[in-house]
């Protein structure tokens, strides 16, 4: 008597999208290339991802398309879960063609010409499903797996299916729920399905309750306050899911080792989109106990209790090695628990932010310490201290976990100084609350005039003029000064640097009369102690020549800028972010002298360089913009000027807030191309705006609110 074929599941009636995958599988199986990729056997496509992403309903909707080209050619359904699952399966698979039982391999091999076989579920690492592959020249094979290193079955067909397209997420929301297909809800749906990270199963899980529930509008705020609940929901679904969103994900994770289960609990608290493995290496070659910056006092006991539990989890042999890491990284990978990618050398490592949502809701300590703490002291390690911009590109990578670090979870001063550092350098405003909490610790602990306390005050003046504060910045440098003349004397660097760096608030405050006796005597001081060439004296130069540009003494700062940028570009390299600094500085100093045609290309490529290495959102890069913007106008190309004025506008308002002085400037500057461009209305309604904030900003007698009352109503 034969026996019954185990069904299939069906393609469900709302299957969206997947058209990219569908088309690589058809020219895989049916295309002119079709026989190159049997080599020696069936045609073979792997189909891998997390729990939840829909692999199987790909490879049902690619069944239904075999059966329209080949209706002659069965299609078998197998289950992959284990090795007697898939055993099971085969041997109902024979025995429903033939009375007798003989070996199903065998007779795919050799019984019929054409057929496919869908082994769905082949999740188990320890399976090897090489041992039930068919050998032979013919026939079709598609393997649903969480193992993303089942590749290695189809090196050349094998298709990584990513979370859905976020319009065809959805369209898929909607549709489920019942919902009507239009803007409102569509921007409803959009919060959604980011919220649940495009992935299938919990889109499903979320219109399963939306349906029942009519509560699109609300969904979110249920699902912020009842995260956990809703992913533990198992409705009857029509896509044939079994678990829910939390048991997909808890069954993977659960067959992780002990030690790579830590690994991935405290992955869960850093910025999960992108984990560089450097940072990870660097923290553990210092052991967990570096502090970015030290003073004479000896690390808390809680650092060094964090630092031995980190250094058990990634290097339990005493030190760090490279092999074991890829081993405990290996094991998420064969459950898809972590995606590894790689970009200009780097590799990262990331993982669905379900994922993380679970890991964060089971557990918030490992080993009896708080996981947030021990994620601090890790990149705490990893941080170091420098020139401005020495660490740079290394920042970038470290900066989006360090925005996540809460205050309360750090224990050393140092740490706050470090993080600070890395956060005052890529213009984040977060850095001065760090660099604020140093200032406190170190006040307490090592006293107001110790050294590390001066340079802690030192930089958060600094941080304070990154984000535009300058106002906040300048009684600290005063008093700074005053202290450190007193205890280091005029001619110490440590001086030098704090005179300098008020010379320059001054000027930004304009307060030039103030800024050019310090100035002066700054660069006088640096060249009688470290002479003409020294980088420290070149700073000086260049912020002298600023101040004369401030005063309209463009003819003196002329060739104190064109000394800096040569002796930077020998010194540092064209592309430098002070060599970019003092040529921005010569781009002000062209314009100012009407040498528009020569200033022109110095701002071009000082825009491109900050965009491409400080990104495009660094106050840095919008005050090249800017100047750029006032080349172009002063060519007499407003239409060029216009958007760069407009996108700096913008982006000052949002990062620096719309009452700042900074963001007047450049409003005023707006007004500017708008009247020539004759474009009245737009002119009229940002002059009702420019009035007040300028009169707020420089009081009521200053020119430029003279020019913007003489516009016309």
């Not at 890790?378 to 660490?391: F, H, M, N, R």
Request: charged share 25%.
């Amino acid at each position: 008597m034969k026996a019954a074929l185990k069904p299939r599941p069906r393609v469900v009636d709302c299957f969206i999208g997947r058209e990219d995958i569908l088309s690589l599988m058809r020219d895989t199986h049916f295309g002119d290339d079709a026989s190159r990729n049997r080599r020696d056997g069936p045609t073979v496509t792997v189909l891998t991802a997390m729990g939840g992403s829909g692999k199987t309903q790909i490879a049902v909707r690619f069944a239904s398309m075999f059966e329209e080209r080949f209706p002659e050619s069965p299609v078998f359904f197998v289950d992959g879960t284990s090795e007697a699952a898939l055993k099971a399966d085969l041997d109902t698979l024979v025995r429903s063609q033939t009375d007798s039982y003989d070996d199903a391999l065998v007779w795919l091999a050799n019984g019929i010409e054409n057929w496919l076989l869908i082994i769905d579920n082949a999740d188990d690492p320890s399976l090897k499903l090489s041992l039930f592959l068919p050998r032979a020249p013919h026939g079709h094979i598609i393997i649903t797996t969480r193992d993303a290193t089942r590749r290695m079955l189809a090196p050349q067909s094998t298709h990584i299916v990513d979370v859905l397209p976020t319009e065809d997420s959805v369209t898929l929301l909607l549709t489920s729920s019942g919902c009507e297909d239009n803007e409102t809800n569509r921007s409803f749906a959009r919060d959604i399905v980011e919220e649940l990270g495009r992935l299938p199963l919990a889109l499903a899980h979320a219109a399963s309750y939306i349906l029942i529930n009519n509560c699109l509008d609300t969904f979110l705020k249920t699902y912020r306050e009842s995260r956990r609940q809703l992913l533990q929901r198992t409705p009857d679904l029509e896509q044939g899911y079994r678990y829910s969103v939390e048991g997909t994900i808890e069954m993977s994770f659960h067959r992780l080792s002990p030690r790579v289960q830590e690994m991935m609990q405290l992955f869960a608290y850093l910025d999960a989109r992108s984990i560089a493995r450097r940072i990870i290496e660097r923290a553990a070659d210092r052991g967990f106990l570096h502090i970015p910056q030290w003073s004479e006092l000896p690390p808390n006991t809680a650092t060094v209790q964090q630092a031995e539990i980190l250094q058990n989890i990634f290097c339990p042999g005493g030190k760090w090695n490279a092999f074991d890491f890829d081993e405990m990284v290996g094991e998420c990978l064969k459950y898809s628990l972590l995606r590894l990618s790689t970009a200009d050398g780097e590799r990262f490592y990331s993982m669905h932010p379900l994922v993380q949502t679970y890991l964060q809701s089971t557990s918030n300590s490992l080993r009896d310490c708080s996981i947030r703490q021990l994620i601090t002291r890790l990149l705490a390690s990893a941080t170091d201290v420098g020139d401005l911009y020495q660490y740079f590109t290394f920042n970038q990578l470290l900066s989006p976990h360090i925005l996540l670090v809460r205050l309360e979870d750090v224990v050393e001063a140092g740490d706050h100084f470090g993080f600070g550092y890395v956060l005052v350098e890529l213009g984040h405003l977060q850095a001065i609350s760090h660099i604020e909490q140093c200032v406190n610790m170190w006040r307490s602990s090592i006293g107001e005039n110790a050294e590390y306390t001066l340079a802690a005050l030192q930089h958060l003046a600094i941080s304070y003029k990154v984000v535009g504060r300058q106002i906040d910045a300048l009684p600290l440098e005063e008093s700074l000064l005053e202290r450190r003349r007193e205890l280091l004397g005029p001619d110490h660097p440590g001086t030098l640097v704090t005179m300098g760096n008020l010379a320059n608030t001054y000027n930004s405050l304009g307060r030039q009369t103030d800024a050019l006796p310090l100035g002066e005597e700054v660069l006088q001081r640096w060249r009688k102690v470290l002479g003409p060439d020294h980088l420290s004296t070149l700073m000086a130069m260049n912020n002298l020549a600023r101040t004369f540009n401030s005063l309209g003494r463009h003819q003196d700062a002329l060739p104190l800028v064109e000394e800096v940028l040569e002796k930077r570009r020998k010194k540092l390299g064209p592309d430098h972010l002070d060599t970019l600094i003092a040529m921005n500085h010569l781009v002000i100093a062209y314009t100012s002298l009407g040498r528009n045609k020569d200033a022109l290309p110095l701002a071009e490529e000082v825009l491109e360089k900050r965009e491409k290495m400080l990104g495009p959102d660094h106050l840095s890069t919008l005050i090249a913009m800017n100047n750029l913007a006032n080349t172009y106008l002063h060519l007499g190309r407003p239409e060029e000027a216009l958007p760069l004025y407009k996108k700096v506008l913008d982006k000052y308002k949002r990062l620096l807030g719309p009452e700042r002085r900074e963001t007047a400037d450049v409003m005023f500057n707006l007004l500017l191309p708008l009247k020539t461009l004759g474009k009245d209305e737009e002119l009229k309604k940002l002059a009702k705006i420019a009035l007040p904030l300028h009169e707020k900003v420089y009081g009521p007698d200053h020119v430029k609110i003279a020019w913007i009352r003489s516009l016309p109503d």
